[in-house]
């Protein structure tokens, strides 16, 4: 791949929980201001990966050790050392001494091509720096709510209850689930393909190719309304926009610049993409850029120059 790539990506939240932290609600900053870490957009794209029969490395995965002599068995995650071996076939990774056979391996992970990775494993310290590189993605509305659903369940608890010792509960125990009223998140993200010329001329890979941002561009599309989890239905792709730009250029963080409006009484949201001013001052460096969005409930403010828009459902120009 010869150009760089710079763009965002948004996500619509409706009555769910993009992006959840240890207490269980959407996670933010200090201020307040919601935000969807890097990791959660990156991990509805693995399965997705995953799903379509390609190699990941850095997504969770699990086995069961069984103890025949106490005649019993543990679900636990397996380790990366045993996810390695799974996923390359490979019988022991401690007898592997050769790191050019772990680095293309590592590099035929459709993950590791894009993301990079850390992998610290004994006899091993590798780490890749990811040719694409996505920022932390903002909630852009402003009067997002948590809301939390108090949950019933069907069952009561057998554990003791902190008043009454010896009495086990005699109600079903209450669960609860929480949820944003409504956020959109935009993250910005840079795609630079030079950074594995160094792996290229060590033989371990051919580099970031046009393939792989093809792989990359359609998982961004589609795969958080595909990843349709408790916490995660209600949450969808409503914004990608892809810059191709010249080597030599440089954009700042594009999701800084993108303001939301909310559509009232049936009126559509808006969506003002107010770094197109920027875009269009530097038109002799732009191969090409393209804007996918939800035409069915946002309107778009900023227009770009020579960019083509596109359904993000459907695919088709609009």
Excluded at 16 to 38: L, M, Q, R
Excluded at 110 to 130: H, W
Excluded at 159 to 171: F, H, R, W
Excluded at 227 to 242: D, P, Q, Y
Aim: glycine share 6%; charged share 25%.
């Amino acid at each position: 791949m010869k150009n760089k790539v710079y763009g965002v990506l948004g996500i619509k939240s409706i009555m769910a929980n993009w992006n959840a932290d240890f207490s269980g609600h959407p996670k933010s900053i200090s201020t307040g201001e919601v935000f969807g870490s890097d990791k959660a957009l990156k991990y509805p794209m693995k399965k997705m990966w995953e799903n379509q029969n390609e190699k990941v490395l850095y997504v969770k995965s699990y086995k069961i050790d069984v103890d025949k002599k106490k005649n019993e068995s543990t679900l636990r995650p397996k380790s990366l050392k045993e996810r390695y071996e799974e996923l390359f076939e490979v019988e022991n990774l401690k007898n592997e001494k050769q790191q050019d056979v772990i680095l293309r391996n590592l590099f035929n992970a459709i993950d590791v091509k894009n993301f990079g990775a850390t992998f610290a494993e004994e006899g091993s310290n590798i780490s890749i720096t990811g040719a694409v590189q996505i920022g932390q993605g903002f909630n852009k509305y402003e009067d997002t709510t948590t809301e939390e659903q108090q949950i019933l369940s069907p069952f009561r608890s057998d554990n003791k209850e902190q008043k009454g010792k010896g009495e086990e509960a005699k109600s079903s125990t209450l669960g609860s689930k929480i949820v944003s009223s409504e956020a959109h998140y935009v993250y910005p993200f840079a795609i630079t393909p030079f950074v594995y010329n160094e792996y290229v001329g060590l033989g371990v890979t051919e580099g970031y190719t046009e393939e792989d941002y093809e792989k990359f561009k359609a998982a961004s599309l589609v795969a958080a309304t595909s990843f349709n989890t408790n916490s995660k239905l209600g949450c969808e792709n409503e914004l990608a926009v892809f810059i191709k730009v010249e080597k030599s250029t440089y954009l700042p963080d594009l999701a800084q610049f993108v303001t939301f409006v909310k559509g009232y009484e049936g009126e559509k949201n808006t969506l003002n993409l107010e770094f197109s001013e920027l875009l269009n001052e530097i038109q002799e460096k732009i191969v090409n850029i393209e804007v996918y969005f939800n035409p069915y409930t946002t309107n778009l403010e900023g227009k770009i120059e020579g960019a083509k828009y596109y359904n993000i459902f459907t695919l088709k120009e609009v």
